[in-house]
């Protein structure tokens, strides 16, 4: 019943391609061991850190953030501002070839010289950016240099659920801070690919939109696509513009599901005279979703969401996935569960967890770490990254809904107009950017009227209260039951669309023999038996599969997250409770009888 699940960190870590749905076939990694320091005095650019022949004090393993106990640093308290540095050579064979530095993510600013020169800034924390740092490269060794600014108590600053206090507490984590995603180089052409938007639904029709760097007249986009190991379809475009659009309908496609995670690949070139100039592997998959007449549809077929909240965090590295294999053993584990998709929760997620969704079926909600105060800066820096992460994950067939705010975050009074018009904003930006997905606008209560899905978090302590609250389809009713905060912002009115219970249950259980932190907690206290946790967790879920209007649910949780146990495995990955006995709840009736139950839903939590 139980399977640890720690894996190894090799070195150097995290070797695989980091974003396998735009891959260059000429790249090198840059993770492993680098020179690093603190500089809590922000003395650093004035003493020429960033300039060759410098040397920093400590070593840090990338791509861990210097507080987990994968980056050998393992200091949790705060620093303001560091320093990273190695040195590298570009591979001969690049020689004529642009030569790009790309990151996964950073948190939060980051300044990068190559060889003592700047090569550019970046500010956001969740999203990649790269720079195309060809002019600054020399023969033989070059030096990278990287001035990290993560202030800890900064509000405004999108963070999830990175605390801005020095301990951990409730349902509050340890920071990430630094250089948390790959780092690596890629070599591309004179003129190169800078991304591929693919828009490809259920009936076979697909649409590839180009964008091109350092764009020059006479080039061709190419596009093949393959199936199967055959080739299905090419075509080609002339460019006038640095973009384009070219189309197809391939007859008797194979949708994409959780069930069948059909995939296309696909290899875009650019050429010049015939000549291939850049090229670029990706995949894609055929899918659509939609809600019609109060139901949500997954390629014109009902669909019912059975999700598991995943915060995305590990023990040694906390929000850096420790390896390929720990990605994909937690999509299996939440699919051997009987889950269809997951609720990535605060968090824009690294690529390779969306890449393994994509091929072993399951679904996802696109999500990003909120700020918690609300400022014009706040504003903008939301804006901002949100509109990054929606770019960079558009072409990933297992998202089907996106959720840019969670319980208010961010937007704490909303009988401000101000911050009501940033929920409508949001929900408005977010379909301007993809018109193919559900957008939930603050997702778990105070909705505006612009909303696909009406996102309740609910944590009653039974399946019997959960029963009673919803014994009426609130889509025909129109009216919403009681939950811990008002379910629509002042001013506006339920819009109909269907109910989502997008946070519920939150059944802590500590197993036998299992070490957990001081400060443990539980929605309505611990479990001290299996017998009894198992039990009210199949009594809610059974309860949840079975309310009318509804879209579906997301149980909380799949994993513990360091103080907070109400994850159906450990935060070391040990499988609490028996699958067969989860999936089965899925398909059971709530109880004929509702017993009694308290009325309210206390705010909360109960420590072990």
Not at 157 to 167: A, E, F, H, T, V
Not at 211 to 231: C, H, K, N
Not at 361 to 372: D, K, Q
Not at 397 to 409: A, G, K, Q, T
């Amino acid at each position: 019943m139980s399977k640890i699940a720690r894996h190894a960190i090799g070195y150097p870590p995290r070797p695989e391609y980091p974003e396998p749905q735009f891959a260059r076939p000429a790249w090198v990694s840059l993770n492993g061991s680098w020179e690093f320091d603190f500089d809590d005095g922000d003395a650093g650019l004035d003493a020429g850190w960033h300039l060759p022949g410098r040397t920093l004090g400590r070593n840090i393993l990338v791509p861990f953030c210097f507080e987990c106990e994968a980056s050998r640093i393992a200091d949790p308290s705060p620093h303001p501002v560091c320093w990273y540095r190695r040195r590298f050579r570009i591979p001969e064979e690049w020689a004529g070839r642009r030569v790009l530095l790309r990151f996964g993510a950073v948190d939060y600013r980051a300044q990068v010289w190559v060889n003592g020169c700047a090569a550019g800034e970046h500010e956001g924390g969740q999203t990649p950016f790269s720079f195309d740092i060809t002019a600054l490269l020399q023969a033989g060794e070059n030096t990278l240099a990287i001035r990290v600014d993560d202030p800890p108590r900064d509000r405004s600053i999108p963070r999830g659920k990175q605390y801005w206090k020095d301990k951990p507490e409730a349902i509050w984590y340890t920071r990430t801070s630094g250089v948390w995603q790959s780092v690596w180089l890629e070599a591309a052409g004179p003129s190169y690919l800078d991304a591929v938007r693919i828009t490809a639904s259920h009936e076979g029709r697909v649409e590839f939109e180009p964008s091109v760097a350092r764009f020059a007249p006479g080039l061709t986009f190419d596009v093949r696509i393959g199936f199967g190991g055959e080739e299905i379809w090419r075509g080609s475009a002339g460019l006038r513009q640095p973009w384009t659009t070219l189309a197809t309908l391939v007859e008797g496609c194979e949708p994409w599901s959780p069930e069948h995670p059909n995939l296309y690949d696909v290899e875009f070139e650019l050429r010049r005279d015939g000549a291939v100039v850049d090229r670029v592997h990706s995949y894609f998959g055929f899918r659509s979703v939609e809600v019609r007449q109060g139901r949500l549809y997954l390629n014109n077929a009902p669909l019912q969401l059975r999700f598991v909240l995943d915060q995305g965090y590990w023990p040694e590295t906390l929000l850096t996935p420790p390896s390929d294999e720990a990605i994909r053993y937690d999509i299996q584990m939440a699919k051997e569960l009987g889950f269809n998709g997951v609720r990535k929760h605060q968090k824009v997620e690294d690529p390779r967890f969306l890449y393994w969704a994509d091929r072993i079926g399951l679904l996802v909600s696109g999500e990003i770490g909120n700020a918690y105060a609300f400022t014009s800066g706040a504003v903008s820096r939301l804006t901002a990254e949100w509109t990054a992460a929606v770019r960079r994950d558009y072409n990933h067939p297992s998202i089907v809904m996106w959720i840019p705010v969670n319980e208010s975050w961010g937007v704490p009074d909303l009988k401000d107009p101000r911050q009501q018009n940033l929920l409508r904003g949001m929900y408005a930006l977010t379909k301007s950017l993809d018109a193919t997905r559900l957008v939930i606008d603050n997702d778990g209560w105070e909705h505006t009227e612009t909303t696909d899905l009406f996102g309740l978090h609910d944590y009653a302590p039974s399946g019997a209260l959960l029963a009673r609250k919803y014994a009426e389809d609130i889509t025909a009713t129109g009216n919403v039951p009681p939950i811990a905060r008002p379910a629509v912002v002042p001013g506006a009115r339920y819009n109909g669309s269907p109910l989502f219970l997008s946070e519920f249950g939150g059944v802590a259980y500590r197993p036998p023999h299992t070490d957990v932190p001081e400060g443990s907690w539980g929605y309505f206290g611990v479990e001290a038996e299996y017998q009894d946790a198992i039990r009210r967790i199949k009594d809610l879920i059974g309860a949840a599969s079975r309310i009318e209007g509804c879209a579906g649910y997301c149980y909380t949780q799949l994993t513990d997250v360091e103080q907070e146990i109400n994850g159906l495995l450990t935060y070391d990955r040990v499988v609490k409770f028996d699958p067969r006995e989860i999936r089965q709840a899925m398909d059971a009736a709530p109880p004929a009888e509702p017993e009694a139950a308290p009325s309210e839903v206390p705010a909360a939590v109960a420590k072990a």
